[in-house]
C-alpha cells in the first residue's frame, strides 16, 4: 500500500503541473505517455519485428503531437500497418497482427488527441472527466470491499461486485454532477447533466473491464510496471480511455 501511494503522489507531482500549464507542455508530455502506452502494447506480442517497433513509436507519436483531422489520424495506422504487412513475411508479421497494432494505435492516438484537445479548451471539462473516473473506480473499490457480496462478470474481474459498481456511479455521478452545474455551466439542465455523467461513469467501469479482459486474454496482470502498485499507463488509463472518447460521441448527441 506504502508504494502505492507514494507512486500515485510522483505521478500527480509529474502530471498535475502539465495540465495546469497546458499547450505545448501538455503536448509533449501526452505523447511521452503515448509512447509508453504503445510500448505496453507492443509488450503483448512476442517476436514483434524490430522495424515494426519502430514504426509503431513513430506512428503514434507523430500522430500524437500533430493538429491534424482526427480521421487522418485513424487512416494513417491502418494505411501503413497493411503496406507492411505486404512485404513481411507472415511469420514475423500477418493480417492478424497488422489489425491488433491498428486497433491499439489508433484507440492510443485518438484518446490523447482528444485529451489535448479537451484541455485547450475548457480545463475544467478536463477535470469533470477526471473526477468522473477517479470517483467512480475509488468508490466503486470501496463499497465492493465494504458491501460487495454479488459478483459483476467474475469472468472478467473477480474482485469487482455489482454493490461496488452501483455505489461508485452514484458517487461518481452526483459530485462531478455538481462540479459540472456549479463551475462549467450553471444555466444547464440538472436532469440532463446528471444522465450524461451517469452514462459516463457507466462507460468508464466498461472501459476498466474490457481492459481487464485484455489482460486476461495475455494472460498478465499488468500491462507494465511503470507505477509500482499500479501497473502500467494503460492499467491507470483504462477508465478515462472510455470515459473521454464516450465524451466525445455523447456530446455531439446533445
Known amino acids: 500500500m506504502k508504494q502505492r501511494i ?61 493538429d491534424i483531422n482526427i480521421v487522418l489520424k485513424l487512416l ?25 497494432l491498428s486497433g ?12 489535448y484537445l479537451i484541455r485547450q479548451r475548457d480545463i475544467n471539462v478536463l477535470i469533470y472527466l477526471f473526477l468522473i473516473t477517479i470517483l467512480t473506480d475509488t468508490f466503486a473499490y470501496i463499497g465492493g470491499r465494504i458491501f460487495g457480496k454479488h459478483k459483476l462478470i467474475e469472468s472478467v474481474s473477480p474482485n469487482k461486485t455489482i454493490e461496488g459498481s452501483i455505489i461508485g456511479s452514484i458517487i461518481g455521478t452526483i459530485l462531478p454532477s455538481a462540479f459540472y452545474l456549479y463551475i462549467i455551466s450553471p444555466g444547464e439542465y440538472f436532469t440532463i447533466i446528471v444522465l450524461f455523467t451517469l452514462a459516463l461513469s457507466l462507460i468508464g467501469q466498461i472501459g476498466d473491464l474490457a481492459f481487464s479482459k485484455i489482460k486476461r486474454f495475455y494472460r498478465i496482470k499488468d500491462f507494465s510496471n511503470i507505477m509500482p502498485g499500479h501497473g502500467g499507463i494503460l492499467d491507470r488509463f483504462d477508465s478515462i480511455i472510455f470515459v473521454i472518447i464516450g465524451y466525445i460521441i455523447l456530446i455531439n448527441f446533445m
Open 6 to 66: 507514494i507512486s500515485a503522489i510522483i505521478a500527480l507531482i509529474i502530471f498535475i503541473p502539465l495540465v495546469i500549464l497546458g499547450g505545448i507542455y501538455f503536448k509533449i508530455g501526452l505523447t511521452i505517455i503515448s509512447l509508453l502506452a504503445i510500448k505496453e502494447v507492443l509488450s503483448l506480442k512476442d517476436n514483434v519485428p524490430f522495424l515494426i517497433k519502430i514504426l509503431s513509436y513513430i506512428i503514434v507519436g507523430i500522430l500524437v503531437f500533430v
Open 76 to 100: 494513417i495506422p491502418m494505411f501503413i500497418y497493411l503496406i507492411l504487412a505486404i512485404f513481411i513475411d507472415d511469420k514475423k508479421y500477418n493480417i492478424e497482427d497488422t489489425f491488433f
Open 104 to 115: 491499439f494505435s489508433m484507440l492510443i492516438i485518438v484518446f490523447f488527441s482528444y485529451m
